[in-house]
């Protein structure tokens, strides 16, 4: 509508000048001592309307007024013919030709309604009538006729004014919806010309890559790609090879990168097609963004590469954790009985690298989030209040550690000791991160997820506290940011240590059903958010234990596990504190034995991977008794921790992570029996 208006105004300048030239040249031929002092005057008053028009008519003009110029305009020459035919012995078809003329013009020139050609015509027949009759030498027949002529083509322009108008408002109708389809479409399109700059492109490819419409008409397509597209060729031989292709009139697709106002990049895919246009030629580009696609692809592709590692890593692990949790029982065991001062200390360094290969094995297990966890209503001041303790004696010179807890944040459904270890970790992460020193800032917030939500992949609809641990260091790039939840990445120079540290991270918090997002950029620090459920259910109940008989013998203790060694070491170590002990490998043989057992259990030590199963071992004992407690034992929870949560929750009296050492081995037994520490 804006050009429409601006045509107009330049139309109507177009005529006021044409027709002051005209005016002007016809009164400079017919100048002479011929020439009639009132013609010459019409003549002179109708050039200054004219000229006045052509200068006034500018497209600042509302509508209307460029209206009453253009009526004034044609009212003037109408009366001063009209004026000629009144006043000089002017044949009607003379003048009359020129009223035609002004009838028809406004018909295919100017842009008014059919009221305003009424207007004219009116104002145009009923003086030109009155100047027929004002002489008495006219012949009244080609008065007549004249008068007929004039009135039929002044009703005929009216008509034509309409049926013209009529025309204009259903292509502007047109016009206006194509621009809304245009202006409103969610994809990108760029208009080009032949010569492959903008000619026209819709506000949505403004937004894609930053610039308002107006500074990309008349730019070359080349200016809104990258130096390097994805099949390796640089921008300009990209642009020059498929727009070649939509001119020669093959419509394909392809993949671009696109460089951004502000310096970034986005991957758009591209259809284009060659149209032909009533202005000429012209090739159609729209543009479909996908970088989110890509991420969210790159993501799940990260994630199952993670997955599948994960499986890798907790299926060895788990094998590996059942061998140190052999060597390192009987290794202390043994320990506490050698003489000679060799063999202790060869016993010593078993032990030690029992106790560093199972930390190991914990870091890989809690990275395929097959660490048994247990959890417990927690609150997120207590945690980062323990994190702060702990980290204290770690943290180098120049690091200061910065907790910002605030008040009223709902408890989470945590494994404290789990969710505590995920957190010095990042701490550490983050210190080595920064050789110079600096703050690393500890906080909590609360979090709604509503919906899917990009800022927390992975996230399910609910409530969560975001543990955050922020520091100023050297940050990560995008290729570091992909990997650094993988074990041993090579790809990691800002986050160094043991290999498993994030992943491990990454593993304990996927465990408490949360998600894990990093805020880096190099040169700008790190902010990694561990993202954790709010506690939703009822707080388990209290261990229950049953009270000591005094004078009562030693326990029985049925050991159930599928290892072989773990049972042999379990066995050996608890003997050596007068417990009598069971064996059995399976489901079957650990109700058996203890159905059989003569005297009767007193304690079941129950791993929860095995075959059979560890809920079918504790629902077949509790329908023999339930008074013998149950003690639920594992480093590795192939399903998450449902089992370790459903059998503490039916009464099972406590949880012993594995591997474990002979004398936290004897706590917990005295402990689930009621026995007195000795």
Known sequence: MVAFHRHYAYILRALGLVAAAVVAARILLTRGPGASPVETGLRVSEVVVALAVGILAT?????????????????????????????????????????????????FLLTWSWRWQLLLVAFTVGPTSAALLWPGDVVFRETGNFFITLLGVGAGSVVGVYLVQRFREGLAASEARYRALFAGAREAIVIMNPDGTVSECNPAFGALVGYPAERVVGRPGTDFLSPLQPDGTSGPDWFERHFRAALAGEHGTATAYLSRA??????????????????????????????????????????RRVEALARLAGGISHQFNNLLAGVLTDATALRAEVQREDQAEALDEIAEAARRGRELARELIRFAQYEAVVLRLVAPAAVLERVTTLAQGTVVSGVTLVADVPPGLPDVAADVDELVHACLQLVVNAQDAMPEGG???????????????????????????????????????????????????????????????????????????????????PGHGTAIHLLIPVWKEEPLPALRRPTPVPGQPRATVLVVDDEAIVRHSVNRALSRFGYRVLEAENADGAVAQFAAADPPVDLVLLDIVFPGGARTVFRDIREQTRSVPILLSSGYASHGDETIQALLAAGACGFLRKPYEVEELRQTVAHALGEADD
């Open 439 to 521: 703050p690393i800032t500890l906080s909590a917030f609360s979090v709604a997820v509503n919906h899917q939500d990009p800022s927390w992949p992975g996230a399910a609809v609910g409530e969560y506290v975001s543990f955050t641990v922020r520091d100023t260091g050297k940050g990560m790039d995008a290729a570091t940011r992909e990997r650094v939840f993988e074990p041993f990445s090579g790809g990691r120079p800002v986050y160094e240590g043991t290999g498993v540290g994030l992943p491990a991270v990454y593993g304990i918090v996927r465990a408490h059903k949360g998600t894990v997002r990093i805020d880096s950029s």
């Open 262 to 303: 502000d310096g970034g990049e986005l991957e758009a895919e591209m259809t284009y097609a060659r149209l032909q246009t009533p202005q000429g030629l012209v090739v159609q580009v729209v543009l479909r963004d996908l970088t989110e696609h890509r991420a969210l692809e790159r993501r799940r592709q990260r994630e």
């Open 59 to 107: 497209p600042r003009r509302p509508r209307a007024v460029l209206n009453a110029l253009a009526l004034t305009l044609l009212l003037t020459i109408a009366a001063v013919n009209a004026a000629r035919l009144a006043f000089q012995s002017t044949s009607p078809w003379e003048a009359g030709a020129v009223l035609i003329a002004v009838l028809l013009s406004a018909v």
